[in-house]
């Protein structure tokens, strides 16, 4: 697995986010997401907002990932 498929997959199910993957074993990955969609859920609803656009690539292709899921006010906060 490529970490530019699941950006590219991540960015696909959630329009506007700005997406940063890494992962340099090809199993193992990070992500960071900001969306404006994460405005008002706890970190697990947006952590499964992001699971929902890997579909069954998670736990088979990615066999982790490691997620910082932000609004776009919260990463500007730094």
């Known amino acids: ?3 530019s ?3 590219h ?6 329009p506007g986010a ?3 993957v890494r992962g340099e074993d090809g199993v193992h990955f990070e992500a960071t997401v900001v969306s404006a969609d994460f405005a ?3 970190p697990l609803a947006r952590h499964r907002m992001v699971y929902a656009t890997l579909g069954d690539l998670m736990g088979g292709a990615i066999h982790a ?3 910082r899921t932000l ?3 919260e990463a500007a906060r730094g």
């Open 71 to 73: 609004t776009p006010e």
């Open 65 to 67: 990932l490691s997620l």
């Open 9 to 14: 997959l991540i960015q696909q199910g959630l």
């Open 40 to 42: 008002g859920k706890l």
């Open 18 to 20: 700005h997406v940063d």
């Open 1 to 3: 697995m490529d970490s």
């Open 5 to 7: 498929v699941i950006h």
